[in-house]
Nanobody
Framework: QVQLVESGGGLVQPGGSLRLSCVVS????????MNWYRQTPGKQRELVAL???????NYADSVKGRFTISRDNAKNTVYLQMNSLKPEDTAVYYC???????WGQGTQVTVSS
């Protein structure tokens, strides 16, 4: 059984940076495709970034060039480095394991002056 726990959210000023972490329990982390999503009230969850087992990445157009997804297989952790944050990046950010569809509990990111 896979469990995901996100951390690293918070309040940051526009132009600032945050790094989110998602620790994955259970075996076989290195074989898992991992996603980051985000959701704002009244909207569907939006895929922000994904990383394959081989380290290939893909991003939503809205975050390309500003966000970076990475993984550390030794720590069973996937990261989302967010730079040049904008108020429209404000959302609850969720980690998701692709094959099982397991979600974490989410972490709030607020970008405001």
């Amino acid at each position: 059984q896979v469990q995901l726990v996100e951390s690293g959210g918070g309040l940051v000023q526009p132009g600032g940076s945050l790094r989110l972490s998602c620790v994955v329990s259970g075996s076989g982390f290195s074989t898992r495709i991992m996603n980051w999503y985000r959701q704002t009230p009244g909207k569907q969850r939006e895929l922000v970034a994904l990383i394959t087992t081989g380290g290939n990445t893909n991003y939503a157009d809205s975050v390309k060039g500003r966000f970076t997804i990475s993984r550390d297989n030794a720590k069973n952790t996937v990261y989302l480095q967010m730079n040049s944050l904008k108020p429209e990046d404000t959302a609850v950010y969720y980690c998701r394991e692709y094959l099982t569809g397991t979600w974490g509990q989410g972490t709030q990111v607020t970008v405001s002056s």
